[in-house]
């Protein structure tokens, strides 16, 4: 149980580190404001929206992974997935927010 909650853990925080990493990288105000579409009005741009909630998930999954095995075999596969799967809503935000946006001008 015990390497189970140091690996969550570990794999927590780099997560929450690289995703704060990639918010300040650009700023944490245009970060925020991609949740938005660039009209007078605040209306809230669903897919990017949708990703966010994706990869909230995504990180509960990695918190509580302790809860759900301690093997290490499953704890690396789970690790690998959850990575994968961060990168995979990586390049759809990278979608939505910067190619949408250059269509658009």
């Known amino acids: ?3 189970g909650k140091v690996f969550s853990g570990f794999l927590t925080a780099v ?3 690289l995703e704060l990493m990639n918010a300040s990288h ?8 991609d949740f938005f579409h660039d009209e ?4 809230l741009n669903w897919p990017v ?3 966010a909630l994706l990869k909230i998930g995504i990180i509960l999954f990695g918190v509580t992974l302790f809860a759900w095995t301690d093997e290490p075999e499953y704890l690396a596969a789970s690790g690998l997935l959850i990575i994968v799967a961060l990168i995979i809503t990586r390049v759809l935000n990278h979608l939505f ?9």
């Open 1 to 3: 149980a015990f390497t």
């Open 49 to 51: 929206a949708i990703i």
């Open 15 to 17: 997560i929450l580190s």
């Open 40 to 43: 007078g009005k605040q209306k």
């Open 97 to 105: 927010v910067h190619e949408i946006k250059t269509t658009e001008r």
């Open 26 to 33: 650009r700023g944490f105000k245009r970060s925020i404001g």
